[in-house]
């Protein structure tokens, strides 16, 4: 009973403020459009359009300016954290995976640690729309907007595996998405060689995270394994792009403080 009113209580609490910071956003649009001073294009007004549904349009008909990349990347945020994701492009790793029995002590345990991951996609997708909000490069910013709709499938993934151990999502999700997105966009103001090296570092990190996850994940729970492993590959393949797109190294201290705040967030998605 308990668990159901603090999970009741906390879908209320995303639903109502995702409502209302979509309610502001489009009467901010409406009076910046009334004013008719400026043109704020096609991303706002798409937006503006479909206050309560905006999808971002497909990449090839879109010239936004930067405001609208960060509107965009609100109203992103706003539907990452507050339900599932709309699409699943690519079919699920564990498909074709017969489901194992798993001990109570098994499940929670690889519950926390689907959930930390889970989080660290939530993360990702807050991180590749900052720093596609900020990119000087067309090309650059299409590179990460086309990775986030990747990470999108891992998602997808884990939430369906979290569903399947009896568990759900972190409930620090809105946190997850707004510290990184503030982090994209902080590393896209310097540059986006700084951009890319930040985002080679992070899955450089993801990838070895991960890693450890299939050490610590119960053998027989083939499912999430299949998940985690595939996760990995594709992580690793991410950072790879960023390297290829001209990253530049990240100096050791800026390493040592992105394992620090992820160690703080993985302990906390573990729980919570
Ligand atoms: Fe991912
Ligand atoms: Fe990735």
Not at 82 to 105: K, M
Not at 108 to 118: D, E, F, I, P, W
Not at 146 to 164: F, I, M, P, S, V
Not at 186 to 191: C, P
């Amino acid at each position: 009973m308990t668990g159901w009113r603090i999970a009741n209580h906390r879908g209320l609490f995303h639903g109502f403020f995702g409502l209302l910071i979509r309610i502001i956003i489009n009467r901010i649009i409406k009076h910046l459009r009334g004013k008719k001073q400026r043109d704020f294009g096609p991303g706002a007004k798409f937006i503006a359009a479909f206050p309560f549904t905006a999808i971002i349009p497909p990449m090839e008909e879109r010239h936004l300016t930067r405001i609208d990349r960060i509107l965009a990347g609100i109203d992103h945020a706003l539907r990452t954290v507050n339900s599932a994701p709309a699409r699943i492009v690519r079919a699920n790793p564990a498909a074709d995976i017969e489901e194992t029995e798993l001990t109570e002590q098994e499940k929670s345990h690889a519950a926390g640690l689907m959930r930390v991951n889970h989080a660290g996609e939530v993360a990702a997708q807050g991180l590749y729309q900052g720093h596609a909000a900020m990119a000087r490069d067309p090309s650059i910013e299409a590179q990460m907007t086309h990775a986030a709709e990747e990470e999108l499938d891992h998602l997808a993934w884990c939430e369906q595996r979290l569903d399947e151990l009896g568990s759900g999502p972190s409930a620090l999700r809105p946190l997850w998405y707004g510290g990184a997105f503030a982090m994209g966009m902080a590393s896209g103001v310097v540059g986006d060689k700084w951009s890319l090296g930040f985002i080679e570092e992070t899955e450089r990190q993801v990838a070895a995270h991960l890693t450890g996850h299939l050490d610590r994940l119960p053998l027989d729970d083939l499912r999430s394994r299949a998940i985690v492993a595939r996760m990995r590959d594709e992580e690793e393949q991410h950072g790879a792009n960023a390297n290829a797109a001209g990253a530049a190294p990240l100096p050791q201290p800026v390493q040592k403080l992105m394992q620090s705040v992820a160690r703080v967030m993985t302990s906390l998605a573990y729980r919570v």
